[in-house]
């Protein structure tokens, strides 16, 4: 169970893929357990395919484990994540829970700043407020205001990861799970990335990340585990490696 | 390759954190058309402002299913329920044929593949629409002009050709037409059967807004039949995946695209282009 204090706590979390058309088994990682407290921003180390974006989705519940518990510590309760009905998982996506990939899922023929502000409406925002607070985060992402109105579909890849982040970062969660968000940024939209994520950091949000150029994130970052050795590294306290 | 297609890969089970209650419960759900098991003990769940989206090849089963939620065709067995206020709860497939016409004309919208089965092809687009009022007892002339218009302006029709005969406007219009219909009382539940099915796709695309414009601000419960696989990955926020007859998976949209279960998914999704 959770403790006191711990937003979240990964016990012994196992993912397999079965490949039906191959007939066999991809084993993603076993046994993984780790504690999240609220403000803590953990990163997740490792090389190619040691299960880090994995690890992300699993916890997201894109991906089902075949093993371990995620307990949440969510506002109406704690959840096991892993084992949670589909209506709550969505839920708590909606209120809870972010997750920002380095892609943005558009709907063809929706403007950018629709696409940023939904997440507001969803919530049960004006349309109004809704949409100022769109163009806000898209200027403050480095959006062009000429941009605002048309289809991200057209844009270049830096463009839309622009969007993507205005939109997944807009609402504070309790928890952020990023996979990889500074992929394809330029130095402005990634200083601003930062900034947010650290005024959310300030606000209390936990948030577990795999980036590929990690000193991005350096001053924010709490702890790191690293997925094909198991160790976990405190980056506050001491150097002292514990292993997992 | 021999792959074991008997086991389905369901929703879980565990027990519920939040309080939601859902808007639609199917449980046991069974129909045969002489010797073709057309529903074998079908259990659907949806919950209210969610759209779910069932897919599955030609004669899964998942249009027999939408016209059971229509209460157009009963089952030789199972229990349906609305969660709908002001009214008892029930299996709704007891109800007398007038009763279910009554309560389908007042909570539940549907929109067809083919118009035709959904207009009066010779009617006015805004008569159409307004049928659907009159069948739930409104009367007056103007209240009616003036619902059918808020209508059809929420499903991005031209007004201007509001007087227009479904026969005289192309297939997405006819599409748009249908929608009006479907929610000018606010039904609870939206069904569509195949709404983008041969529309071109810039008109696909306009008509999969207007849905995802009216399920955001309306909060309006949808249940979206299409064997595109794109189009239910674009729309849902749970599916189902029907073969034979049967549910063989179901879960969060990008759980079952990303992470199928079922052999049936997997082969589903990997055939997509």
Known sequence: MTSSTSLLRVEGLTKTFRMYHLDSMLHAFEGVSFDLHRGEFLLLRGHNGAGKSTLLRTIWRSYLPVGGHVWYQSEEGEIDLANAADVDIALLRRHEIGFVTQFLNARPRVAAQDIVAEPLRLAGYSAAEALEQARHWLDQFGVRPELWRAYPSTFSGGEQQKVNLARALILPQRLLLLDEPTASLDVGARAALVRRLSDLKSQGVAIIGVFHHPGDVAELIDREINLATRVVADQTESDEDVAV | ?273
């Open chain 2, 1 to 273: 390759m021999n792959l074991d297609m008997s086991q389905p890969a369901l929703e879980r089970t565990a027990p519920r954190l939040m309080r939601t209650e859902p808007l639609l419960t199917m449980r046991d759900v069974s129909r045969r058309f002489g010797e073709v098991e057309a529903l074998r003990n079908v259990d659907v769940t949806v919950y209210p402002g969610e759209v779910m989206g069932i897919v599955g090849e030609s004669g899964s089963g998942k249009s027999t299913l939408l016209r059971m939620m229509n209460l157009e065709d009963t089952p030789d067995s199972g229990d349906y329920r609305l969660q709908l206020p002001n009214r008892e709860d029930g299996n709704l497939f007891d109800l007398a044929r007038y009763d279910r016409r009554m309560l389908c004309a007042r909570h539940i919208g549907i929109v067809y593949q083919n118009p035709h089965l959904g207009l009066l092809m010779r009617h006015s687009s805004s008569g159409n629409v307004a049928e659907r009022l009159l069948v739930a007892g409104e009367r007056s002339f103007d209240v009616l002009r003036g619902k059918a218009r808020e209508a059809l302006d929420a499903s991005e029709f031209p007004l201007a050709r509001m007087d227009a005969r479904p026969i005289e406007l192309s297939g997405g219009m006819q599409q748009r037409v249908q929608l009006a219909k479907a929610i000018a009382l606010e039904p609870a539940l939206l069904l569509l059967d195949e709404p983008t099915t041969g529309l071109d796709v810039s008109v696909q695309a306009l008509v999969l807004d207007t849905l995802k414009r009216l399920q955001r601000d309306r909060r309006i419960t949808m249940v979206l039949v299409s064997h595109d696989l794109g189009v239910i990955r674009t729309m849902a926020d749970r599916v189902m995946v029907m073969r034979h007859g049967e549910v063989v998976e179901q879960g969060l949209a990008d759980q079952v695209f990303q992470d199928p279960q079922h052999p049936y998914t997997q082969q589903l999704v990997h055939a997509k282009l």
